[in-house]
C-alpha cells in the first residue's frame, strides 16, 4: 500500500472534516484516505459544475493563468480527454504531452522531464503510468506548488474514475446507505475496482459485491469489506448497481480465462441477466467496452445502462477534483 | 443588532414597490428575475411570487467566477445555478441581499453573459453598505447604512427573512 498523504500535513488527515476547514488537497492520488465529508464535498462541487456543460459558453474562468499538464504514459481515450475538457471548461491553458514522441524516447529520464516542465511554470501534472505508484513517484519529485493527479497507475489506483462513479451512482440513488453493488469481471487488474471499493466503503455502501472467476479474483478480497462471488447470476441478484470491469489482457502475463466465449456465458452481461436486478438497478461500465465479451451491445445501449453518463459527469468530477487540488494553502 | 421580521418585511416591501415603478417607468414586461446565492437567491424568489411571476426565480452561483480564487478557493457548499429560461434579449432583474464591494455584483454579470445577451440588467439589492471597491451602483436599494469595518450584515431565512448586523 502507498503512503500517499493527500492532506497536506499529518494532522489534517487526523482531523478530517469538510474541505471548508481543510487545505486544499495537495494531490490526489488515492482515495483511501479521504474522509467521507470531504468525498461528498467533491460530489457536490461537481454538481455545481455539471451545469458549466449546458450554458451557451461551457466555461468558467476558474483557473484563468494556471498551466495543466497531461503527462500519459500509458494510452487513454476518455480518461485524457475528460481531463483535458474539464481543465479548459476551468480556463487553465492545457498542455497534453505525448510520451510516445517526447524526449524520454530519446533518453531524456523522467526526472529531468519533469524538470523541465517545472521551468515552464506549469501547475499541475495529471499522470497515467503502467506503474504502479508512479503518481505518487512524481508527487514527491516536483516543487511544493505543483499538484499531481493520478489518472491511473498500474494495477493501483484510478481515483477520479471511482470518484465519477460514485457520482454517478448517487444521481439514481441519493441514499449509500440503501443499496447493493456488484462489480464484475476482472478485479485482479482493475486499478478502477481498487479505488471504487474504497470508495463505496468510505460512503457506507453496505452490500458490495465482486464477482469474477476465481482466477481475477484476489486471494483474500473479503478483507476489503467485500463479498466474493464466481456465480455472476447470483452474485447481482437485486442488485442496484452493477459495474462491468473490461478484461485488461494487457495486464495479464498468463491464461486466466478459458476463453472469452467460455467468459462471456459465464459473466457477461446478456439482456436476461437484467431481470435479476433490483427495481430501477443500473449498469456501469468505465469503458472501453468490449462488446460481446463482458457486455451484450443489447445492454450496453439499453435503458438499464448509463456508461455515457459516466462518461459526461467524468468532466464534472475532474473539473471538481481540479479546482481542490489548485486551490490556494490557506496557511499561508 | 436584528432586524425584527417586520422590519425586514418593510424593507422588502419598498424594494417591490420601487422595482414595479421600475418596470413601469422603463416600459418593461415579463423580465427575468435572478437572485445571488443563497439571500439574492430568497429575496428573488420572495419577488417572484409577489409580482405574480409563473414559475421559480433563476439563481446563481457565483463561486466558480469570484476573484478571489487564488486567496479563498472554492466553497462547495453552494447550491449550483438554476438558469431554467433563455435569457437573450430578456430584461434581468438581479436580486442580491446586501451591495458592499460591487464584487459579487461584478462576478454576477459576468456568469449572466455566459447564458445569453440580455437587454439590460437592473440591480436590485435590500441593503447597500459603504465600502464600495467597484463602480458598481444599485438601481434599487431598500435601505443604505454605513458600517464599521469590523460589521456584517447577514440575512436569515428564508422563511422569515430577517436582517442581522454581526461583528466580523
Sequence with gaps: MSEINNFDTEEEKDNKSDIVSQKRLSHFLDIEYLSKPLILDILDLAESFAGVSGQPVKKVPLLRGKTIVNLFFEASTRTRTTFELAAKRLSADFLNINVDFSATKKGETLLDTLRNLEAMHCDMFIVRHPLSGAAEFISKNVSPNISVINAGDGRHAHPTQAMLDIFTIRKYFPDFKKIKVAIVGDILHSRVARSLIHALRIVEVPDIRVIGPKTLLPNGIEHMGVKPYVDMDEGIKNCNVVIMLRLQNERMDSSFIPDEHEYYNLYGFNPKRTDLLAKNGIVMHPGPVNRGIEISSEVADGERSVILQQVSNGIAVRMAILSLSMQPQRDK | ?168
Design chain 2, 1 to 168: 443588532m436584528k432586524y425584527s421580521k417586520e422590519q425586514t418585511q418593510e424593507l422588502l416591501q419598498k424594494i417591490e414597490n420601487s422595482l414595479r415603478d421600475h418596470l413601469l417607468k422603463n416600459k418593461i414586461s415579463d423580465p427575468i428575475i435572478i437572485g445571488v446565492h443563497t439571500g439574492g437567491a430568497w429575496i428573488a424568489e420572495w419577488l417572484q411570487k409577489k409580482m405574480g411571476y409563473e414559475g421559480k426565480s433563476a439563481s446563481l452561483n457565483i463561486n466558480f467566477y469570484r476573484d478571489d480564487f487564488s486567496r479563498a478557493g472554492v466553497n462547495p457548499k453552494v447550491e449550483p445555478t438554476a438558469m431554467p429560461v433563455s435569457i437573450d434579449d430578456k430584461h434581468i432583474i438581479l436580486v442580491d441581499d446586501v451591495l458592499f464591494t460591487g464584487r459579487t455584483t461584478r462576478a454576477a454579470i459576468n456568469e449572466i453573459f455566459d447564458f445569453g445577451r440580455p437587454l439590460s440588467v437592473t440591480l436590485v439589492v435590500l441593503v447597500e453598505r459603504n465600502g464600495k471597491e467597484l463602480p458598481i451602483s444599485a438601481d434599487i436599494v431598500g435601505e443604505k447604512l454605513e458600517l464599521g469595518n469590523d460589521k456584517n450584515i447577514k440575512l436569515n431565512g428564508p422563511d422569515p427573512l430577517a436582517l442581522e448586523i454581526i461583528d466580523k
